[in-house]
């Protein structure tokens, strides 16, 4: 018993361990001569452990299940203009892949072709129509000389370390199609969003009278889905943002000269969305009643007890304690009857001590942690609460010896009666 | 030392040849004759009682009945397996979820003591019985024991021939029947044994007037009150008994013992049960109870002092105990009233009171079947002859009141005015009907075959008053043998009765009662069919879902569900909590997306429901339909009835409105059912229930898919889906 709470994260070090060693990377690409293109990009994931194997999206052996098992974790999808795949992938496969729990990075560009727009819609999020482009006529970079209206350099980057690293000094460049999050899309975040002066439009189309177009800080260029799986999605709005040569490039904004944030950036996102970055992973969980360490099968009512579970942040493989204020813990029987912060000790142990409400019924503890960045932590576990037995009240209470005396008085009072009556004749 | 004693020398034995003498002696008396017989009537009286009612053994198997008895059994198996204390403090949490039920609590648990009791019995006497065929056979087995309870009731009432009759008639009465047949393991069946019982030994007390008689009653109340919540038509129907023998003039001495008695002992015992407890004292159901004891008493004391005091000091005692009893009384009446602590305006007063007042303000009380009041088919169905006897019992009653008559027209009467109300009491007006019956049959067969067997004695008894008369004896004669044959014809037509009444209640026994409801049959011969498939989805449940998994069903299923399919429901047919059962009917009344909100919030697993569409099984969830929306928009209103009929018509067919084709109960009962066809020349997805095509045969499910439908589509479970993993 004393090996336990030691054996088990070792035991979850080795199963990350081995994970984290057969990660590996599929990447389909337009076409597979343009690899050298992203070559930082690539390099970069290789540094971090990678497996990376890049092919052409119409190769012909493509497939990622064999006999049941899935043959990579993630996938790149670096083919905006393709409409189909060759081999055995499909937008279905895609799909399943991403329902099993594997991660999925795809870059687009105004160019992006109906089977990726549906799939990225698949996710939940709307990219514009065909040929749009975002266009920002203030807060956009020059680029070799080259004054771009297209090539954004004021996006929003968001501050969640965790998922994109920063803060960033440089800006990211960016240069594609626009993208909107509908407003009750409840797993999806803004990675980057677009200035507040741009706007997305499709330079060879007429404009709709009046127009409706995407507009402002509404519109997404990268967007970060996690799904309730916890399987990552990144849809960035373009291809061109992984690249070399917007990685070393210097860039002109507003009469400023800068180095790009593209490389740090994409490669951070890249790591969130292959599982590399913010992965907590809770375990142990367990609660016993405070004075004992025995796990019961319930409680009683009114009862102290101590809530435990374990969580760990998996950072490039490697666990180490997860520290946070704001994971609750809810007790719940139909509606939360204690909702209070878990208490951390520093190792990864989070912890609350409360009493069991004086209601019975059957009830659960509840934790549904899904803080920005980091995966979802979502742990119920149902735990009875019983009312007093029968033999559990308190005897002789002090606010009955007033029963008790009238009680005693009268068997008294019976018998000497009794025996008056009988006997003083 | 050696135990074995050689056989020379006296032996201590009789003979053969001298025990058949000794028996031949013994047989030859008069008294030991009619002994003998009587036995033989009442052992094969008891056997009676209990063989007709095994026709559902027979012809089905050894199966626990309907509903509630499921409960029972599984409390009883929980009782034999964790002992009596951990049953005391039962909470059971696989009911009511996420409410659970406080089990030890809210159960009368005399019917499961008894169980628990005759099989540990059988275990002590090696015989390897089940548990499930002791709770099969303990209704045919108390029924054996009420009849010979009727016979000792009868004999207390009147003599031991009533008795017999009584015993006979009460062996095979259907009324009763229909809640004691093997495997209807409810409360009825052992609650009815201690009705009589009570009664019996309450009358006994009366007649002896003493305080062992009166605690011998006040134990059978016990018991009584231990098994089942009618215990208050009991500790209700006694007082008004002593209130009307004091109107009546014929208060004695020894009913006030009895009384005095039963109260104090009879209270304290019911108390013990966790149920019942404090309620014995402070509610007002039992007002009269406690009531009749105070008032008794004070006109003891009075009678007391009335013999100490002269008639004027006594006059102004009166006087002044009665200012301040009725000042007393009043202001702590107003007293009560206002704290909450008396409240006599609830549902179930006015319901004794008005019989359609459930009806129309407490649905789920009204959708019982059994609360709907009683049709006079259901009387001849029930009693058959005795309906037509229990008046001339009433007459004999009358005609000779005794303590005991008196309180059998009580009982009586009152009875058949509750059986009025709800179908289900007419179980206790049954053995008031065979008591009044057994009066009238054996008082006429008495006076029948007395003056039909000693005509000597028939014409010395009329011949002074045929002389009286002024009668000639040639007139004497003829009257005499027209007497014989009327007589003759009486006795005659008493046994075609009776003959009529037994071959009823088997017929009635075969054909009506004895279906277990969980397995059916339909047709006869070769045609038969059976449809086994509540079983078969139970089992289903208890193999392939998870060992917490949470069924939502309407909550006439629930104990099915957690006896046979071992899994934790939502509600049950214990229905305590009003509200919860309203959640559901909500959520089976709402449209698809509205209930899954419910269902998620619930954590139900399966959404279970019940469809005869298919095989014709009248009793299905679209039937009760209407119910779950009258209950669930009596808590919340967003639920209208209206919504669901077209133009007052209550109809799934294409003249349905949208909210009753787009609930979740019409599409988990229709799903799929539109690509077939049911019945030869009539479209797909013709209802064979309703006698329709059904009104939108597309039924797309987003958040439930069908997990498992049973043989016969009788059955259907579905599982909920978690949210969907990327929107």
Redesign the interface.
Known sequence: IMARPLLLPLVLLAALGVTSASKSVLVLLQNVNTADKYSKFFGSLRDYGFDVSVKGVKDSTLKLKEYGTWLYDDLVLFAPQTEGFGGKIDRQVI?DF??SGHNVLMALNSDASESMRNLAA???IDVDDRGSKVYDHFSHATLNGKEDHTLIAGGNIVDVPVMVGGPYKEPVLFRGIASVIPGD???ATVALGAPSTSYSHAPKQAMLEPPSLMVGSSISLVTA?Q???N?RVVVAGSLEMFTDDFFDAVVTVNGVSTHTANWAFTVTLARWAFQDRGVLVASNMRHHLLGSDEQPW?YRVNDDVEFLVDVVEVDGGVPKPFAADDIQLEFI??NPYIRQPLQHDGNGTFSLRFKVPDV?????YYIDYAHCGYSYIKLTH?V????F???EYERFLVCAYPYYASAISIMVGFFALGFFYLYNK | MSPVKPSSGPEPYVSHASLFETAKRYLTKTKSQELLLRSIILIFVYLLAFCIRLFSVLRYESVIHEFDPYFNYRSTINLVQEGF?EF??W?D?ESW????R?V??TVYPGLMFTAAILYKVSQFLTACIKLRDICVFTAPFFAGNTALIAYLFGKELKDTETGLVAAALMAVVPGYISRSVAGSFDNEAVAIFALVTTFYLWVRAVNQGTIASAVLAAFAYLYMAASWGAYVFISNLIPLYVIIMFVSGRYSRRIYVAYTTFWAVGSLLAMQV?FIGFNHVTSNELLSFNGVFVGLQVWEALVFLRTKLGTKQFGQLVYLTAVAAGAVGAAGTAILVLSGKLNPWTGRFWTLLDPTYAKKFIPIVASVSEHQPTTWASYIFDLHVLVFAAPAGLYFCFKRPTDGTIFLTVFALTAIYFSGIMVRLMLVAAPAFVLLSAIAVSSILQSASKELRTPAAAETKTSPVATRRGRTSASNEENITTKKSTNLMILGLTFLALWSYSSHSVWVTSEAYSSPSIVLISGWGPHRVVLDDFREAYYWLRHNTAP?AKVMSWWDYGYQITAMGNRTVIVDNNTWNNTHIATVGRAMASNETEAYKIMR???VDYALVIFGGMSGYSSDDINKFLWMVRIGGGVFPVIKESDYLANGDYTVSSRGTQTMLNSLMYKLSYYDFGNIMTEHGKGTGYDRVRNYEIGKKDVQLDHLYEAFTSEHWIVRIYRVK??????
């Open positions: 799909l991403v329902d698949e996710f939940g899309a409840e797993l889905v799904a309730r799986n399987a319930g029987m139909l019975y019924g059957v009830f659960k149902q009875p609460v019983r009312p037995k029968h033999n | 204390y005391w403090n909470f949490a979820h996420p409410l659970g406080v030890g609590g966790r917490d919030q619930l954590d978690d949210l969907e993993n990327r929107f």
